[in-house]
């Protein structure tokens, strides 16, 4: 980290070293089960990256995911949806001129409806549209297909739905 602000070559590079220093004791933290602390670092590593890069930018994309999904297991869910809804929005403005059917929409919508607390129904249509994308991307032989398909099976058996469908996603994961 020393190093890092110390640097003096490209922006860029800067901006990745520090994004890289802070993701890493974010991710230190979480494996001690400290949230709250994980969040700080992965906060930091996500404003590194969002000073110097467009909103959809890559490493924005993996800095915002880090970040809900620590804010996530910390249990701050108000403030993993909202990031997650301002993540997502970022992916679907037309003037980012993001493919609507790319990874980074889909991940989007899984980061969105895991984030979701308590609205069964939004979580579930996210979720579906995370499936879909992902189905699309990859047919059923991905891991990031099994995530999407593992969440929505387990948002539709807290809708108390433990059908055929559920049944079908949890064999996908």
Do not use: W
Not at 123 to 141: D, F, H, K, M, W
Request: glycine share 6%; with cysteine; net charge negative.
């Amino acid at each position: 980290l020393s190093y890092a602000r110390r640097y003096d070559g490209e922006e860029e590079q800067k901006t990745t070293l520090l994004c890289n220093a802070f993701t890493t004791y974010g991710y230190l933290r979480s494996k001690q089960c400290n949230y709250a602390d994980a969040a700080t670092f992965l906060e930091e590593a996500y404003n590194c990256v969002a000073i110097t890069y467009n909103p959809v930018h890559p490493e924005v994309q993996n800095a915002a995911g880090h970040l809900i999904e620590c804010l996530t297991h910390k249990g701050d869910i108000y403030d993993a949806e909202r990031f997650a809804q301002m993540t997502l929005d970022s992916l679907k403005d037309p003037a980012n001129g993001v493919d609507q059917d790319s990874e980074a929409v889909a991940k989007g919508y899984y980061a969105l409806g895991n984030a979701q607390n308590g609205d069964l129904i939004k979580a579930e249509r996210l979720a579906r549209e995370s499936y879909r994308i992902s189905v699309q991307l990859y047919g059923n032989e991905h891991n990031f297909v099994g995530l999407s398909a593992n969440l929505l099976a387990n948002i539709l058996r807290l809708q108390g739905r433990p059908g055929d469908e559920t049944r079908e996603l949890y064999e996908c994961f």
